[in-house]
């Protein structure tokens, strides 16, 4: 279970606000600064290029993990078997197999 770091939390908040204030002002036909208009800019800009950073450093992270819990059979940890037949004893016993 992954959880929002508060830095994540206050990115997309602000974000949100400045899109959804620059939505509102286009609705209303409201005329702003030039100022205004490059703030929101740099915030929506900001607020892109971080979760651009945080989704690559989360790719990179599970790619990592991936790697590890590889088997030499090129089979995911994750995705093998937990129980399996070994086929040397009775057809009813099972092993457990071992990372």
């Known amino acids: ?24 002002v286009s609705w209303w036909e409201e005329l702003k600064p030039l100022f205004w208009y490059l703030n929101n800019a740099i915030v929506l800009f900001g607020s892109a290029a971080y979760t651009n950073i945080q989704a690559k450093e989360m790719d990179k992270t599970r790619n990592s993990n991936n790697n590890k819990n590889r088997r030499s059979t090129g089979v ?12 040397d004893t009775d057809e009813d016993s099972v092993e457990l197999s071992v990372f």
């Open 1 to 24: 279970m992954q959880m929002t770091s508060p830095l994540t939390h206050i990115i997309s908040g602000t974000a949100k606000a400045a899109a959804q204030t620059a939505r509102a």
């Open 76 to 87: 995911s940890v994750d995705k093998a078997p937990l129980l399996s037949n070994t086929g």
